[in-house]
């Protein structure tokens, strides 16, 4: 039995959707859209159809996929607005090259194609014209992320008793789950307005992409917690970067970190 490879899916993914009447625009997203793509890489696929015609695409592709190998695995994700989503796992082909495949309808605005927060898309089918890149408004977006500042510090300030008060109890997954979002999530964001502001949303994804390694080198040290009395160091640790992170970003603003060394 061969092996699918991602050339192959990508080619019978492609073919099947140029060949739909109800396609308006198909492009390849996710890491081939930002050049970090390797072997481990699924394959993320956006497509824009007519309103009407979401299931009988999904359908399409099924059809396409399961003759290069029987789906072994498809789900669906709900409860997504303005668009449908669904994973499939080929039976022949690497459990890491999954389709990740998001149907917008024609109706809907959102494209998925601001450069900032989702590269360049490598297209596959543009019947309407309609893939031109797009970019954020830059000062409407560096005022929501300066706004999130006081938030931020707010929220981080009232809630770390809530991992100490767990620790001190012995309650370990209690301590360790509270300071993974109460410490270290808002820290990551706090960076994130510091270096990469307008993608401050993505939390802990793409870290090794969007800020500098030794920042990342840096998170991943206090990520990683050996017992209760290593998390009280490195809940000291963190709330202390919080705070510098946070007085250079009162002073100087979102961004003030960006050397260039992280992708705009």
Not at 104 to 124: A, K, Y
């Amino acid at each position: 039995m061969s092996m699918v490879d991602r050339s192959s899916l990508v080619a019978t993914l492609r073919g099947a959707l140029e060949a739909h009447p109800e396609v308006d625009a198909a492009w390849e997203g996710g890491s081939a859209a930002f050049s970090y793509r390797d072997e481990l890489s699924d394959v993320d696929a956006v497509v824009v159809v007519a309103d009407e015609a979401v299931e009988a695409v999904f359908a399409a592709v099924e059809v396409a996929l399961n003759a290069l190998s029987p789906i072994a695995l498809r789900h669906d994700v709900s409860g997504t607005p303005g668009f449908s989503q669904r994973f499939f796992r080929l039976r022949d082909a690497s459990e890491f090259l999954v389709v990740d495949l998001v149907l917008i309808r024609r109706s809907d605005p959102l494209l998925f194609r601001d450069v900032e927060l989702h590269g360049q898309g490598q297209t596959w089918v543009d019947r309407r014209g309609r893939l031109q890149p797009s970019h954020l408004d830059a000062a409407a977006d560096r005022e929501q992320a300066r706004a999130r500042i006081p938030v931020l510090r707010s929220a981080f300030d009232m809630f770390q008793h809530i991992p100490t008060k767990e620790r001190l109890r012995g309650r370990k997954v209690e301590a360790l789950q509270f300071y993974q979002g109460m410490t270290l999530r808002p820290l990551v964001e706090a960076l994130r307005l510091l270096h990469c502001p307008q993608r401050r949303i993505f939390g802990l994804r793409y870290l090794a992409r969007d800020l500098p390694a030794e920042v990342v080198a840096r998170i991943e040290q206090l990520m990683f917690v050996a017992d209760l009395p290593d998390l009280e160091r490195k809940h000291e640790q963190a709330q202390q970067w919080f705070w510098e992170t946070m007085a250079r970003l009162e002073r100087d603003g979102p961004g003030a970190a960006d050397d260039g060394s992280a992708q705009n």
